[in-house]
């Protein structure tokens, strides 16, 4: 499932983009979760409430406000940087300014179908490529993206409603999701993770130091080590930081 974000300040194209989008989600058995922003300001707006980031922005360059170029230009500052963004324009010489800010696509209006369904195919592929980066977890009542760089954490948590309860802790929140720490701990050991306590599992990337016991990880929390865990927990990160020197 990829996570799509149309903005366009014209709901006509906004429609047909999302028609085009659903019409190649049947062809190719692909789901694209999609939602519709009627201005830059709105999809701005929805990034700065910290809400689920999406795969790709599709922009239109010319709109009321601030234009697609510049909502790009404020996503990419606020080190929005995976997002994989397509821009619609009826002016070609937007094109080169366009590249300040990663452009994967610049696409001429009125669009073919076929083209857009091409680019999507492309990124879809990408993303494929790039799949073991991310992890998508169930939080209340939405699926949340998270990209394992930004992932600190994961803690299993006492609970007397809900069973198996975990705690995702990111570089800007915290998800409550369920889950088996044990299966997150097999998926996740090729990619920097460790299981430092039967309880938590972290992110070898965010750890700052180890002090008595436990770990101080890059938000400021103290993370208690198993006590059969100390000796192999300092190796593993030895041995991790060595690595990452090389």
Do not use: W
């Amino acid at each position: 499932m990829y996570r799509v974000a149309i903005c366009d300040d014209e709901e006509k194209q906004r429609e047909l983009v999302k028609s085009i989008l659903i019409t190649l989600s049947i062809k190719i058995n692909i789901e694209f979760e999609i939602e519709l922003f009627g201005s830059g300001e709105q999809l701005v707006t929805y990034y700065l409430h910290h809400n689920p980031p999406f795969h790709i922005l599709i922009l239109d360059v010319e709109m009321g406000g601030i234009n697609g170029i510049q909502t790009a230009r404020r996503l990419r500052g606020l080190n929005n940087l995976d997002e994989q963004i397509i821009f619609l324009t009826n002016y070609p010489e937007y094109m080169v300014e366009s590249f300040d800010v990663m452009t994967f696509q610049y696409l001429i209006k009125p669009v073919a179908p076929p083209i857009l369904e091409e680019k999507m195919i492309k990124l879809c592929q990408y993303f494929q490529a790039l799949d073991k980066k991310f992890m998508v977890i169930k939080s209340a009542y939405d699926e949340v993206v998270i990209k394992y760089d930004d992932l600190i954490s994961i803690e299993a948590a006492k609970s007397l409603t809900i069973k198996s309860k975990l705690h995702f802790t990111t570089v800007n929140q915290t998800y409550g999701s369920k889950g088996t720490l044990s299966d997150y701990a097999l998926t996740l050991k090729d990619s920097n993770f460790l299981q430092i306590h039967r309880s938590i599992i972290i992110n070898l990337l965010h750890v700052r130091k180890f002090a008595s016991g436990v770990v101080l990880m890059s938000n400021g929390s103290e993370l208690p080590i198993g006590r059969s865990k100390v000796k192999e927990v300092k190796d593993f990160y030895t041995k991790f930081m060595i690595m990452k020197v090389d």
